[in-house]
T-cell receptor, first 113, second 113 residues
Framework: DADVTQTPRNRITKTGKRIMLECSQTKGHDRMYWYRQDPGLGLRLIYYSFDVKDINKGEISDGYSVSRQAQAKFSLSLESAIPNQTALYFCATSGGTVGNEQFFGPGTRLTVL | GNSVTQTEGPVTLSEEAFLTINCTYTATGYPSLFWYVQYPGEGLQLLLK?????DKGSNKGFEATYRKETTSFHLEKGSVQVSDSAVYFC????????????FGQGTILTVHP
């Protein structure tokens, strides 16, 4: 079984709808991240969480919110989706010390019409 | 904060050709450096890493050497295969946020038979 899972894998929605993307991990890591990937822009950090009570904004948090329901679960919400939020979204986890690698989920492809 | 610049793609090669994807970075101190690979339809996975200057990371025939003099971490492979077709990302810790990674924009590699 995959260590980091994301649901759904694909989602098409309409402008103005509320969307939640979910991430679960079995690696026992405290640190979790949400990124979005756009062609030619690499990955940009939306939010990150160092433990259940510690949530921080990343580079591009406007229009997004997150919830860390448990050590293993980190959800990303789009309260009112807009077309320029069409992207590939990745969840990642890490073990915590500087220089540790991050482990990525398979991604959620979101299309906002 | 830290930043990274890598070869703009796409890069197209014939099977068995030599591959170089350039990566240069700007950072405070001597952070760990990473190459991640994203195969079609999948999330990112760590390809190799180096944790200190002059270290060489290697995996699956790929190599990269941490050069502090030139602030570079170029990815090389002596003989690419069709199965190496993917997107490659250079990354390093963000610098301002403990555990965060900053990614380059990604280089698309296509290998033809």
């Amino acid at each position: 079984d995959a260590d980091v899972t994301q649901t759904p894998r694909n989602r098409i929605t309409k402008t103005g709808k509320r969307i939640m993307l979910e991430c679960s991990q079995t690696k026992g890591h405290d640190r979790m991240y949400w990124y979005r990937q756009d062609p030619g822009l690499g990955l940009r950090l939306i939010y990150y969480s160092f433990d259940v009570k510690d949530i921080n904004k990343g580079e591009i948090s406007d229009g997004y919110s997150v919830s860390r329901q448990a050590q293993a679960k980190f959800s990303l919400s789009l309260e009112s989706a807009i077309p320029n939020q069409t992207a590939l979204y990745f969840c990642a986890t890490s073990g915590g010390t500087v220089g540790n690698e991050q482990f990525f989920g398979p991604g959620t492809r979101l299309t906002v019409l | 904060g830290n930043s990274v610049t890598q070869t703009e793609g796409p890069v197209t090669l014939s099977e068995e050709a030599f591959l170089t994807i350039n990566c240069t970075y700007t950072a405070t101190g001597y952070p760990s450096l990473f190459w991640y690979v994203q195969y079609p339809g999948e999330g990112l996975q760590l390809l190799l890493k180096a944790t200190k200057a002059d270290d060489k990371g290697s995996n699956k025939g790929f190599e990269a050497t941490y050069r502090k003099e030139t602030t570079s971490f170029h990815l090389e492979k002596g003989s690419v295969q069709v199965s190496d077709s993917a997107v490659y990302f250079c990354a390093l810790p963000g610098g301002t946020s403990y555990g965060k990674l900053t990614f380059g924009q990604g280089t698309i590699l296509t290998v033809h038979p």
